[in-house]
T-cell receptor, first 112, second 113 residues
Framework: GQQVQQSPSSLVLQEGENAELQCNFS?????LQWFYQSPGGSLVSLLS???GTKHTGRLTSTTVTKERRSSLHISSSQTTDSGTYLC??????????????FGTGTLLSVKP | DPKIIQKPKYLVAVTGSEKILICEQY?????MYWYRQSAKKPLEFMFS???????DNQTASSRFQPQSSKKNHLDLQITALKPDDSATYFC????????????FGKGTRLTVV
């Protein structure tokens, strides 16, 4: 089955509203990253957060490692936030390269 | 300036032909990767290289061959192209280790006709 599950699969907001995106994973992770994929397709790393809470700008990520879940909170959404948000985990055991396992993403649409 | 450069941005190829996707990274990372994103499928890991050595290969087909001429280069040669190979191919890099952050290039969108 899918090792990384994201919800909701899509979300429509009015500009200024907040968004809460969820990521659940089925195995232990040494790293968790949130990415933004623009409508044009390019991938940008937003936050690297294997545990605890991290903030950057209007983004807050909280990862509870023991419960194998992470959330991404977007405050005061803007139309430019529209795109796909991807969650990815890594299980690094040493002696190998890092290998991210991605979820299927949350498609966010922010209306003006 | 982009720190991970992929060329070309778009590529159209004929079934049965061979193409090489180029990737260079200028982040000083010691590991490089290829990922593939096909329509309606999650991004999936293909290969990882470190210091020009293959670390991990999750690609079943030998038609996909990474090539590393320098430690900051990792090209992807694809032979005997099929329409199912149509996808966006992303190059990425990181410092190997736990808690490391992986960075991605802008991708090469390949269409096989």
């Amino acid at each position: 089955g899918q090792q990384v599950q994201q919800s909701p699969s899509s979300l429509v907001l009015q500009e200024g509203e907040n968004a809460e995106l969820q990521c659940n994973f089925s195995s232990t992770a040494t790293q968790l990253q949130w990415f933004y994929q623009s409508p044009g397709g390019s991938l940008v790393s937003l936050l690297s957060n294997p545990s605890g809470t991290k903030h950057t700008g209007r983004l807050t990520s909280t990862t509870v490692t023991k419960e194998r879940r992470s959330s991404l909170h977007i405050s005061s959404s803007q139309t430019t936030d529209s795109g796909t948000y991807l969650c990815a985990i890594d299980r690094w055991y040493g002696g190998s390269g890092n290998k991210l396992i991605f979820g299927t993403g949350t498609l966010l649409s922010v209306k003006p | 300036d982009p720190k991970i450069i992929q060329k070309p941005k778009y590529l159209v190829a004929v079934t049965g032909s061979e193409k090489i996707l180029i990737c260079e990274q200028y982040l000083g990372h010691n590991a490089m990767y290829w990922y593939r994103q096909s329509a309606k499928k999650p991004l999936e890991f293909m290969f990882s290289y470190s210091y020009q050595k293959l670390m991990d290969n999750q690609t079943a087909s030998s038609r996909f061959q990474p090539q590393s001429s320098k430690k900051n280069h990792l090209d992807l040669q694809i032979t005997a192209l099929k329409p199912d190979d149509s996808a966006t191919y992303f190059c990425a890099s990181s410092q190997r280790g736990s808690n490391t952050e992986v960075f991605f290039g802008k991708g090469t969108r390949l269409t096989v006709v």
